[in-house]
Structure formats: C-alpha cells, structure tokens
C-alpha cells in the first residue's frame, strides 16, 4: 500500500503547456506538501495545504496553482511551462501542520520540459 | 540563502566501518533536527530525528549528535552496509511551530562498498 502516491512518475512536455500533477494520501493526515527538487538537488517548499486551506506559499510564480478536492488529494497545476521548471515534484504529507510530525513522501514526479 | 548545509556532496565508507555525514545550519531559531534518507527514483524517507533538548538519539545502527552551540549535527552508521548507499538529506524546523515544513541541506550521497 503506497501512503502517498503522485502521479505521473515521468513526464515530458513542450514549452508553453499546461500539466497536472496529481497527489493522493491513505495515511488519514491532514497535511499536505508540494516540495520541488531542482538541477542543484535543493529540496524546496513550495506548498503546504492543511484540511484544503492553503498554510503555505513559498515565493513560487503564479503559473504552479495547487488544489485541493479534499484533504486526501493535493494535485499541482502548472500553466505555460517553462524550461526552468524542469525538476523533480515531491508530493508529501504529514498528521497535522505542526512541525516535530514526520512528513512522508511520495515517489516524486520528474518533469522535463523541452 | 542555506540554512541548512551539508558541505560533502558525496561520502565513501566500506562495509562495516562508520559513516559519517555532517550536516550545519545557520538559523538559532531550529529546534528540531531530522535525517532523510533517499534512494534514486524514489522520495525521501524519515530515518532518524532529535530535538534540541538532547545531544544524542540513538536508534539502532543510526545516532545522531547534536551540538547546538557549534549548530552542528551529524549522523553515524555503525556498522555501515552497502545497502546503506543513498543520498542523506538533512532537515531542520522549529518544533513546535504552526508550520511543519522543513528547511532540507542539498544531501550527501553515501556510497558504502563490499
């Protein structure tokens, strides 16, 4: 049983395109993150949602717009892709917004946009 | 701006000797320190936390000391195992904070051969 499983794992798209990255969590937490690794392995916040309510925004462009249905799912939208959003898109989640809660990953999403 | 670094990218150890990855953070406002261990094509995983409150925790073959005058850390694998090799990322945040994201180091990928 995967905790928090992201989908796609791999995903490769011209510049200008708008994709989805979709983000689901079984753990019953009530925490959820978008972290991105860029080319110089910096793991970054981008996101934290807590129960669908945005707690976080790190300094991140308005084209990647995060949604969350329920606090299950946590799915990252970004809008006319650029070459530097090329990464590596960790979804993750922890019980509750607290820091000292253990945040659990997902696999991560490669994104490659040529 | 990294307030938290791990200034060896890459560490090498043989079988059965002792690793250990270094990690230095700038911001005194930390309080809870924790290590993530990531293996290629896959998200992090928790492996191991302390808060400032101690100077050691231990948890099998993985301790962590930290020195918080130095706000130094480090994490020793006694005995080290090949299937140890992953990259190990180091965390901070304030514990106890309405917001539990981590602040992570770059990694340093550990290599421990046969």
């Known amino acids: 049983d995967t905790a928090v499983s992201q989908t796609p794992k791999y995903l490769v798209t011209q510049m200008g395109n708008d994709k989805s990255i979709k983000c689901e969590q079984n753990l019953g937490h009530d925490t959820m993150y978008w972290y991105k690794q860029d080319s110089k392995k910096f793991l970054k916040i981008m996101f934290s949602?807590?129960?669908?309510?945005?707690?976080i925004n790190e300094t991140v462009p308005n084209r990647f717009s995060p949604k969350s249905p329920d606090k299950a799912h946590l799915n990252l939208h970004i809008n006319s892709l650029e070459l530097g959003d090329s990464a590596v898109y960790f979804c993750a989640s922890s019980l509750d917004r607290a820091a000292g809660n253990t945040i659990y990953f997902g696999e991560g999403s490669w994104l490659t946009v040529v | 701006d990294q307030q938290v670094k791990q200034n060896s990218p890459s560490l090498s150890v043989q079988e059965g000797r002792i690793s250990i990855l270094n990690c230095d953070y700038t911001?005194?406002?930390?309080?809870?320190f924790l290590w993530y261990k990531k293996y290629p094509a896959e998200g992090p995983t928790f492996l191991i936390s302390?808060?400032?409150?101690?100077d050691k925790n231990e948890d099998g073959r993985f301790t962590v000391f930290l020195n918080k005058s130095a706000k130094h850390l480090s994490l020793h694998i006694v005995p080290s195992q090949p299937g140890d090799s992953a990259v190990y990322f180091c965390a901070a945040s304030v514990y106890g904070g309405s917001q539990g994201n981590l602040i992570f180091g770059k990694g340093t990928k550990l290599s421990v051969k046969p």
């Open positions: 911001n005194s406002m930390f309080d809870y």
């Open positions: 949602y807590n129960n669908k309510e945005l707690i």
């Open positions: 302390i808060s400032s409150i101690k």
